[in-house]
């Protein structure tokens, strides 16, 4: 699975702490729902593999001060915040999404 992330240029640490939080966050929901059990660690996994080396690396370049002692706490902590970050947005477009598709459904939500 490490050759694969390699290949892809994604770190398999920063792809653990998208998918816990997206765990997390589907966990918090008080109603729990199937896609979003599904789609939340997927969701979460997948944007803070791909969009935190560049948060941090823009927040770096802007002079934003940032934690020094560990480049891979810093790193791993946007990561998590990122696939939380990630699965309110995704939230928003379900709901969206369920709503034009189908208004008496989502109203039933």
């Known amino acids: 699975m490490h050759d694969l992330f390699e290949l892809l240029g994604i770190k398999g640490p920063v792809v653990a702490a ?3 939080g997206g765990v997390l966050r589907a966990l918090s929901r008080h109603r729990y729902k ?3 059990m599904v789609a ?3 969701c979460g996994a997948l944007a803070a593999a791909y969009l935190t080396l560049p948060a941090v690396s823009y927040f770096k370049a802007t002079g934003l001060p940032l934690p020094e002692p560990s480049d891979d706490t810093t790193t791993l902590a946007a990561a998590f915040l990122i696939g939380v970050c990630a ?3 995704s939230d928003i477009l ?3 999404v369920v709503r034009k598709l189908n208004p008496t459904l989502g109203d039933d939500d």
């Open 18 to 20: 998208g998918l816990a």
């Open 94 to 96: 379900f709901e969206f």
């Open 87 to 89: 699965m309110w947005i």
């Open 34 to 36: 199937l896609r979003e």
């Open 40 to 42: 939340s660690p997927i």
